[in-house]
């Protein structure tokens, strides 16, 4: 649950120093790995499709990237100001280690401009000035081991924005024996995206919308760098499953929900799983209704006529789109009430009733 002052409390009440970085007496940093040097002290970084341009001293629009007297540098490094254990389901990640529990944390910056943003107070504004925890590759590998806790996930806010960490941090926890995950909108250039699949096992990126215009409108960024991305994180064999935020009037069109999801089932397959969730009023779309339930499950019986196998409606409990079902038998394979699990009666990842394999990450 997050605490009083933006950061976050971990399990079993411990806080964390939840502090400026500065007033810390740290303000790290790190080269950034993709950008070229360019004339007069100007760079052109190339992490995200946006390709900033920046002068000395001006900050991509990730808010995290800084030209310092010519050499690029992310200051969102070492400094999470999220910092949570989490169901691995709240990801959203549910054919993943189903039940178990994963440190979470997110460092200030977002290269989007999302108008429903969850986490804005911290998505929308510079590490510099948000409160902050020192967190470095070490600590958190530290950090799982003493909570026996199997997995780290970039989730909260942007991990495009803070690339270098994520890929850092991944990298230190996976040669620990541990496994790395991320939830991230997905608008990121495809080889800093091939590198950082080659240091997770499991993504859940979301797929906001199905046009141009909301991209634009709501996102603030171009659609189809989106559609581009998703391609190369299935081709790069890690696990993924999709996210849609369901919106009232902006994307909850059927026609606009039946040609996404055959889209999904043409270029990334019909076994990744896609997870509607329900929209509540935040940041700049309080004035919106929240999503009615009824439009989330037109979505998800869109997406099931259309052949996706695995479709969950998330953000409302109990319903009977929290569970895995079976695609052959139909029978329910993982029970839930919300991300909490009840049963799971998976064999092996396979069906106990018709023996059919269920794709995941399992064991």
């Given at each position: 649950?997050?605490?009083?002052?933006?950061?976050?409390?971990?399990?079993?009440?411990?806080a964390?120093?939840c502090?400026?970085a500065?007033?810390?007496?740290?303000?790290?940093?790190?080269?950034?790995?993709?950008?070229?040097?360019?004339?007069?002290?100007?760079?052109?970084?190339?992490v995200?499709?946006?390709?900033?341009?920046?002068?000395p001293?001006?900050?991509?629009?990730c808010?995290?990237?800084?030209?310092?007297?010519?050499?690029?540098?992310?200051?969102?490094?070492n400094c999470?100001?999220?910092?949570?254990?989490?169901?691995?389901?709240?990801?959203?990640?549910?054919?993943?280690?189903?039940?178990?529990?994963?440190l979470?944390?997110?460092?200030?910056g977002?290269?989007?401009?999302?108008?429903?943003?969850?986490?804005?107070?911290?998505?929308?504004?510079?590490?510099?000035?948000?409160?902050?925890?020192?967190?470095?590759?070490?600590?958190?590998?530290?950090?799982?081991?003493?909570?026996?806790?199997?997995?780290?996930?970039?989730?909260y806010t942007?991990?495009?924005?803070?690339?270098?960490?994520?890929?850092?941090?991944?990298?230190?926890?996976?040669?620990?024996?541990?496994?790395?995950?991320?939830?991230?909108?997905?608008?990121?250039?495809?080889?800093?995206?091939?590198?950082?699949?080659?240091?997770?096992?499991?993504?859940?990126?979301a797929?906001?919308?199905?046009?141009?215009e909301?991209?634009?409108?709501?996102?603030?960024?171009?659609?189809?760098?989106?559609?581009?991305?998703l391609?190369?994180?299935?081709?790069?064999?890690?696990?993924?499953e999709?996210?849609?935020?369901v919106?009232?009037?902006?994307?909850?069109?059927?026609k606009?929900?039946?040609?996404m999801?055959?889209?999904?089932?043409?270029?990334?397959?019909?076994?990744?799983?896609l997870?509607?969730?329900?929209?509540?009023?935040?940041?700049?779309?309080?004035?919106?209704?929240?999503?009615?339930?009824r439009?989330?499950?037109?979505?998800?019986?869109?997406?099931?006529?259309?052949?996706?196998?695995f479709?969950?409606?998330?953000?409302?409990?109990?319903?009977?789109?929290n569970?895995?079902?079976c695609p052959?038998?139909?029978?329910?394979?993982?029970?839930?009430?919300?991300?909490?699990?009840?049963?799971?009666h998976?064999?092996?990842?396979?069906?106990?009733?018709?023996?059919?394999?269920?794709?995941?990450?399992?064991a």
């Amino acid at each position: 649950m997050r605490c009083a002052c933006g950061g976050a409390a971990l399990a079993g009440g411990l806080a964390w120093p939840c502090r400026k970085a500065q007033a810390m007496g740290f303000d790290d940093k790190i080269e950034v790995r993709y950008y070229d040097k360019l004339p007069d002290k100007k760079i052109q970084c190339h992490v995200c499709p946006l390709n900033c341009t920046l002068k000395p001293s001006e900050t991509c629009f990730c808010r995290t990237r800084t030209n310092h007297a010519g050499t690029l540098y992310n200051h969102a490094y070492n400094c999470p100001c999220v910092l949570n254990v989490d169901p691995i389901e709240k990801t959203p990640l549910h054919h993943f280690l189903p039940g178990s529990k994963a440190l979470a944390i997110g460092l200030a910056g977002c290269n989007m401009r999302c108008l429903y943003c969850q986490n804005w107070q911290v998505s929308q504004d510079q590490p510099v000035n948000t409160l902050n925890m020192k967190l470095t590759a070490a600590d958190a590998v530290a950090r799982l081991t003493s909570q026996s806790l199997p997995v780290l996930a970039f989730t909260y806010t942007e991990p495009v924005s803070y690339l270098e960490y994520a890929l850092e941090t991944a990298t230190a926890v996976r040669t620990a024996g541990g496994k790395a995950i991320m939830a991230s909108g997905a608008f990121v250039s495809a080889e800093p995206l091939r590198e950082m699949c080659k240091q997770l096992d499991g993504m859940a990126l979301a797929l906001k919308g199905f046009s141009e215009e909301f991209y634009l409108k709501v996102c603030g960024v171009k659609f189809e760098p989106i559609l581009k991305a998703l391609e190369t994180a299935k081709a790069s064999g890690r696990w993924l499953e999709l996210t849609t935020l369901v919106v009232p009037t902006y994307n909850d069109a059927p026609k606009d929900i039946r040609e996404m999801c055959r889209w999904v089932v043409k270029n990334l397959g019909p076994d990744v799983p896609l997870h509607f969730g329900r929209f509540v009023p935040e940041y700049k779309l309080r004035k919106l209704p929240q999503t009615p339930v009824r439009t989330l499950e037109e979505c998800r019986d869109i997406a099931l006529g259309e052949g996706i196998h695995f479709v969950y409606i998330s953000n409302v409990a109990p319903h009977e789109g929290n569970h895995t079902y079976c695609p052959g038998c139909k029978r329910v394979l993982i029970r839930r009430v919300g991300l909490r699990i009840l049963e799971n009666h998976l064999q092996r990842g396979s069906c106990p009733g018709c023996r059919r394999a269920i794709p995941g990450v399992w064991a």
